[in-house]
């Protein structure tokens, strides 16, 4: 009898989870500048910043998605550095290094700036993560959970640039799978 109870909560449960989203539904939900980056056509020097995101659906209750935005000194543009496992999903490499808006919300959820850098000390660490993100070992595998994910690819650009002085939180889940090793 216990069991059918855990099992009854546990779908219960599981249903709720799945249905709930904070934002609605993901292609509608948006995806504009939060007003966080400046505006490269009035920002001449240079500009490096890391920023989170709560996750689509329910596991952005606990965990967010990271990414890297750069732009180098006199650039009128930002690049930035993601990885998003869809990609896979259709023959692309997950990590994708692409001119963008640096601060979208994340599919409703504002993002945070975890990092910022500005003026000469982020000239001297845009080519370092350029050249990180370019060696990323994963570009072809993406696992929610334990990684590689998207906060594996910025946990790894930090391992490789020390002086981005980058500590992710501990929602940033998939993080640690570059300690392990794998």
Same mark, same amino acid.
């Given at each position: 009898m216990l069991s059918f109870r855990l099992l009854s909560m546990c779908v219960v449960i599981a249903a709720l989870l799945t249905g709930c %989203?904070?934002?609605?539904?993901?292609?509608?939900a948006s995806r504009e500048s939060a007003g966080i980056a400046p505006d490269p056509? +009035? %920002?001449r020097e240079a500009v490096l910043h890391v920023y989170g995101a709560d996750t689509w659906g329910w596991r952005g209750w606990f965990a967010i998605h990271t990414w890297i935005a750069a732009k180098r000194k006199d650039e009128d543009f930002y690049t930035i550095y993601d990885v998003v496992g869809w990609r896979g999903s259709y023959g692309q490499s997950v +990590?994708?290094?692409r001119p963008d808006v640096p601060d979208r919300y994340w599919y409703g959820a504002r993002p945070e700036l975890l990092q910022a850098h500005q003026g000469p000390a982020a000239e001297a660490l845009i080519g370092a993560v350029d050249a990180a993100a370019r060696s990323y070992p994963w570009i072809d595998q993406y696992e929610a959970?334990?990684?590689p994910n998207s906060n594996t690819f910025t946990a790894w650009v930090a391992q490789q640039v020390p002086a981005l002085g980058l500590d992710l939180p501990w929602s940033a889940i998939g993080s640690g799978y570059v300690e392990r090793g794998e």
């Open positions: %989203t904070q934002r609605g539904d993901w292609y509608s056509a +009035l %920002t +990590l994708a290094i959970f334990p990684g």
